[in-house]
């Protein structure tokens, strides 16, 4: 099956399962009219999850562009056990404080580019997501070779990349460059918990601006949140080869809270080149626990977890190599009915 969809158009809420899919047109807006939605969900009146903007399951070869979405009623776009999807030049807007408005989740997918998007939402903007406890671990698929750049984002309360908290089939080779955020809570968050299992390993993030944040960095191993009480308490993610540089914030409140799980550290965290402006904080500036790493040039002084070598640690990696879905584009192509 192919599917072409062009122009505006006046689904609310589409679930598709599909070889290839092409939502392309001259920035047509398709408005999923959440406030009903998130009326019911803060009422507590709902029986059921809410409905996505839109959602791809199983999909191969999938381009979305240029166009709005806005007032999802959770969710706006969510590629699901999918592969080779481009999100390109989309604009997404829901009030910051409508209930899990996320923009983009891939999830349990492989080799998505996500480029010149803006982002506002009442929850993270990029979501990277694998599976839930005992059940993302049985089903076992990852999400790995993804691509986001260029993106610009405002969630003042959550994250502008946030990966996990579901992960249990795993999070892998994620390359993050040119994000701005305005007014979030935190820049690229990872989020786990004993009983999800798998991993988040290989993540790369350089150039980021950010203005006005809660934290620059924040990770959390004790996030908790199961399905429900059968997931395997020897279950215990691994996090590990995480590269932040490049980045200058403003504005903020505290530069990094980093907290591994108490006997299976994070490790192997990279942090090289970065200034946060600190302002009126309480707290510690740094408070990291069980995470390990190394770091350089980096203003406010980290932790003594994340010790400074600056003479040793002259950047962090970023991998060169090419990602398949990095060259993929659309062919120019034309056509004309012969007049009857
Ligand atoms: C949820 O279920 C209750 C009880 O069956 C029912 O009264 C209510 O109308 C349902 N709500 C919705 C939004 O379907
Ligand atoms: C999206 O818009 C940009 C800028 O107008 C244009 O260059 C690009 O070809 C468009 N992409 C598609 C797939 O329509
Ligand atoms: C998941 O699949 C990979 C191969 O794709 C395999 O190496 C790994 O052991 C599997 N993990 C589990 C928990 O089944
Ligand atoms: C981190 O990831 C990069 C790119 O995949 C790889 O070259 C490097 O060996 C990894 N480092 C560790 C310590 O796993
Ligand atoms: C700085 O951040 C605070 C919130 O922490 C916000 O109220 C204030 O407007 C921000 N200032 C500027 C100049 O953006
Ligand atoms: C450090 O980061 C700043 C801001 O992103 C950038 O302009 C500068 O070139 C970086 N310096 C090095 C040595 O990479
Ligand atoms: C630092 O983080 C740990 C773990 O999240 C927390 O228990 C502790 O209260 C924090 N310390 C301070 C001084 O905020």
Request: charged content about 20%; hydrophobic content about 40%; overall charge negative.
């Amino acid at each position: 099956m192919f599917i072409i969809v062009h122009g505006l158009f006046a689904i609310t809420i589409a679930s598709i399962i599909c070889v290839a899919f092409i939502l392309g047109g001259n920035n047509g807006t398709i408005d999923g009219q959440g406030e009903t939605w998130w009326k019911m969900f803060r009422n507590k009146e709902l029986n059921y999850t809410r409905g996505y903007l839109i959602e791809l399951m199983y999909c191969k070869q999938v381009l979305i562009s240029n166009i709005t979405l806005v007032n999802s009623p959770s969710w706006n776009v969510h590629p699901v056990y999918s592969s080779h999807v481009i999100v390109s030049g989309i604009t997404i807007l829901a009030p910051v404080n409508s209930p899990n408005t996320d923009g983009i989740d891939p999830d349990s997918s492989s080799n998505v580019r996500i480029e010149d998007c803006y982002i506002v939402s009442g929850d993270d903007c990029i979501a990277i997501k694998s599976g839930w406890d005992e059940y993302g671990i049985a089903f076992n698929m990852s999400s790995k070779h993804i691509v986001i750049r260029r993106l610009t984002c405002i969630s003042p309360t959550s994250a502008v990349i946030a990966l996990g908290s579901e992960m249990s089939g795993g999070i892998q080779d994620v390359r993050a460059e040119d994000i701005t955020a305005i007014h979030s809570e935190s820049g690229v968050r990872i989020k786990t918990t004993i009983g999800r299992g798998a991993y988040v390993k290989d993540i790369f993030v350089r150039r980021m601006n950010l203005h006005t944040m809660k934290w620059v960095f924040w990770m959390t191993g004790t996030y908790g949140q199961h399905p429900d009480d059968k997931f395997d308490p020897k279950a215990i993610p691994v996090v590990q080869n995480i590269s932040y540089s490049n980045v200058v914030a403003e504005n903020v409140t505290m530069a990094a809270k980093l907290e591994g799980i108490p006997g299976a550290p994070f490790t192997g965290i990279c942090i090289y080149n970065v200034t946060a402006e600190v302002v009126k904080s309480k707290k510690p500036i740094w408070n990291c626990t069980d995470v390990e790493g190394v770091s350089s040039h980096v203003t406010p002084t980290p932790c003594a977890q994340i010790p400074e070598y600056p003479d040793r640690i002259t950047h962090c990696p970023f991998p060169e190599d090419d990602l398949p879905v990095n060259g993929v584009g659309l062919e120019e192509c034309a056509y004309q009915r012969a007049k009857p």
